[in-house]
């Protein structure tokens, strides 16, 4: 049973979250913002500002966080800063101020393919990265940085029929494609082509 079927969809977003234990947090990591160009920054901006979207429709968008959020970002975001969750520091250190010490990280070239186990846990991390050659290995840096810290990470991918290739990898698609198997207990194939 998914968490729509339980409360039948018949509750506003907030009174789900209230009647929910806890909620995960959904983490945009910026760490690697100064390795954008200033139109690579823009899309990570808009990007964020879609994932905003996508996740009020279903709760509140405090669950959105940007960690590693400078001043730059600050200026370029367009969206409402005061309804997500803003933070400067690092990841790890908002996670130990929430006190979760286990990850999933959405991450492209991990082994494990992402699920329904990993729902358990707290908190999904998704790098704040908008490259064009897909041949980069960016995101595995963002989980060394968690385990150094002491975070234990659940490095994860999404697939559609086995292969990371047909995925589309906009940070806002790549939170859609979690929330439609987390809140609509759709299969991983489903929710990726929801979002092709
Ligand atoms: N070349 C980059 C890299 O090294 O990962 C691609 C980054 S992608 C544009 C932005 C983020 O979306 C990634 O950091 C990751 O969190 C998430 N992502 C994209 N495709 C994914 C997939 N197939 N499985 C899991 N996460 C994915």
Partial sequence: LCMADKFEMVLSPEE??????????????????????????????????????????????????????????????????????????????????????EVVLLDPWADKVLSEKDFEVRAFIIGGIVDTGHDKKLTPKIGEELERAGIKVRRRKIVLRGDVAGVPDRINRILGIILKMLVEGKSMDEAVYEFQ
């Avoid at 990591?29 to 429709?57: A, F, M, P």
């Avoid at 975001?77 to 933070?87: A, E, K, N, S, W």
């Fill in 16 to 101: 789900l979250r209230s009647k929910l234990p806890e909620w995960p947090y959904f983490i945009i990591d910026l760490q690697l913002w100064d390795k954008h160009t200033q139109k690579e920054k823009g899309k990570v901006c808009l990007q964020i500002n879609q994932s905003y979207g996508l996740l009020r429709d279903y709760f509140t968008g405090r669950e959105l966080a940007v960690t590693w959020a400078n001043e730059e970002f600050r200026g370029m975001f367009h969206g409402p800063l005061d309804r997500i969750t803003v933070y400067d520091g690092p990841t790890a250190e908002f996670l130990k101020e929430k006190g979760i010490d």
